[in-house]
T-cell receptor, first 109, second 118 residues
Framework: ELKVEQNPLFLSMQEGKNYTIYCNYS?????LYWYRQDPGKSLESLFV???NGAVKQEGRLMASLDTKARLSTLHITAAVHDLSATYFC?????????WGLGTSLAVNP | SAVISQKPSRDICQRGTSLTIQCQVD?????MFWYRQQPGQSLTLIAT?????????ESGFVIDKFPISRPNLTFSTLTVSNMSPEDSSIYLC???????????????FGPGTRLTVT
């Protein structure tokens, strides 16, 4: 059974700082997704990572995938308040997504 | 991408009653999914609903409690039956679409239905 672990679950950071969210998963998969959820809102797709060594960047967010280590990272560069949200990773298991618990990120001025 | 709407957006229901949630997509999709997200929690898949076949339920979810219809490629309903306060949650539908460039697929989510059972 595929299990997905995220850490940290809560992250409070100052504007301008850098930080990384980690997503570990327990069995082989060839697709990993990162989503963002604002309070009271639905989920927005951020990144789809398909292969070992994949790296994708959008603005201040960069996601990478190491399939051998079964690890994905979401790196935040020079955080701004607008990035405050909950970030989920989800791993594909036979066309179903198995979700991490989410990382609640608060960026403080 | 896809534009997905859900009705109702929220409801407060009494225990023992049932609520049907509708999910409408602006394009034809094969795979639709229903999730539950309890407050402050992650997403749990309830079932996969493919048009023309019976829904496939995940462990811990049964058709009698969560009947699903999928009458065509743009619409689905989820009913939460005989509700109890433990059913209070956000219910989300999602659809799977191929990505531009054809390298994979991803899920797009509706806005969710916030259900409170008293």
């Amino acid at each position: 059974e595929l299990k997905v672990e995220q850490n940290p679950l809560f992250l409070s950071m100052q504007e301008g700082k850098n930080y990384t969210i980690y997503c570990n998963y327990s069995t082989t998969s060839d697709r990993l997704y990162w989503y963002r959820q604002d309070p009271g809102k639905s989920l927005e797709s951020l990144f789809v990572l398909l292969s070992n060594g994949a790296v994708k960047q959008e603005g201040r967010l960069m996601a990478s995938l190491d399939t051998k280590a079964r690890l994905s990272t979401l790196h935040i560069t020079a955080a701004v308040h607008d990035l405050s949200a909950t970030y989920f990773c989800a791993v594909d298991e036979s066309r179903k997504l198995i979700w991490g618990l989410g990382t609640s990120l608060a960026v403080n001025p | 991408s896809a534009v997905i709407s859900q009705k109702p957006s929220r409801d407060i229901c009494q225990r023992g009653t049932s609520l049907t949630i509708q999910c409408q997509v602006d394009s034809q999709v094969t795979m639709m999914f229903w999730y539950r997200q309890q407050p402050g929690q992650s997403l749990t898949l309830i079932a996969t609903a493919n048009q023309g076949s019976e829904a496939t339920y995940e462990s811990g979810f049964v058709i009698d409690k969560f009947p699903i219809s999928r009458p065509n490629l743009t619409f689905s309903t989820l009913t939460v039956s005989n509700m109890s306060p433990e059913d209070s949650s956000i219910y989300l539908c999602s659809v799977e679409l191929g990505r531009v460039g054809g390298d994979s697929y991803e899920q797009y989510f509706g806005p969710g239905t916030r259900l409170t059972v008293t």
